[in-house]
């Protein structure tokens, strides 16, 4: 079974700074997507990137990018040019590619806040 | 819809009672998946659904918990004598397929009391 590993359960940063969100996953599979969300106070789970485990480029998404190490397992968050409304849940998540409609295995989330 | 609606938003229920719950998908979208998300904790795979047949239970935690989606839209989360350790924000998700993210909605916050 895969698992997900969110190291931080609570991360902050300053306005207009930058800040990392760790993650790591354990699986045997070698084709799979990878998945950062948000989960704001009213509960949405919203998507902020995703990266196909078969590319080697790292996703970006404007002020999101990751840093994805396949042979490590490890998949982190870089927010850039930090803002108010970055502040949320952020979970990261698996899926497997093997299977048609595979659920996603979430980490435990980490809690972000943003400093004024 | 524009967006995956669940209902009710928040639900209080007293120990021993039965509980349903609602989700409204996205129009067209075949894919449902209920979820459930414990205080302090990532969301955990409760039950997938392909059109009308639920093609993966392997996540209700016990013969309690039941879900349907006779008409491949709609789908009702059930749970029976509920305990006090139902609660927890139950997700509901859809998706047209494929390997991308899905598509949730807001949830709905379960107390047992």
């Known amino acids: 079974a895969q698992t997900v590993t969110q190291s931080q359960p609570e991360m902050s940063v300053q306005e207009a700074e930058t800040v990392t969100l760790s993650c790591t996953y354990d699986?045997?599979?070698?084709?799979?997507?990878l998945f950062w969300y948000k989960q704001p106070p009213s509960r949405q789970m919203i998507l902020v990137i995703r990266q196909e485990a078969y590319k080697q480029q790292n996703a970006t998404e404007n002020r999101f990018s990751v840093n994805f190490q396949k042979a490590a397992k490890s998949f982190s968050l870089k927010i850039s040019d930090s803002q108010l409304g970055d502040a949320a849940m952020y979970f990261c998540a698996y899926r497997s590619a093997f299977r048609y409609g595979q659920n996603f295995v979430f980490g435990p989330g980490t809690r972000l806040s943003v400093l004024p | 819809g524009a967006g995956v609606s669940q209902t009710p938003s928040n639900k209080v229920t007293e120990k021993g009672k039965y509980v349903e719950l609602r989700c409204d998908p996205i129009s067209g979208h075949t894919a449902l998946y209920w979820y459930r998300q414990s205080l302090g904790q990532g969301p955990e795979f409760l039950i997938y659904?392909?059109?009308?047949?639920?093609?993966?239970d392997s996540g209700l935690p016990n013969d309690r918990f039941f879900a349907v989606r006779p008409e491949g839209s709609v789908s009702t989360l059930k749970i029976q004598r509920t305990e006090r350790g139902d609660s927890a924000v139950y997700l509901c998700?859809?998706?047209?397929?494929?390997?991308?993210?899905?598509?949730f909605g807001s949830g709905t916050r379960l107390t047992v009391v």
């Open positions: 699986t045997s599979e070698s084709d799979y997507y």
């Open positions: 659904f392909q059109g009308t047949g639920a093609a993966d």
């Open positions: 998700a859809s998706s047209s397929g494929g390997g991308y993210g899905y598509t």
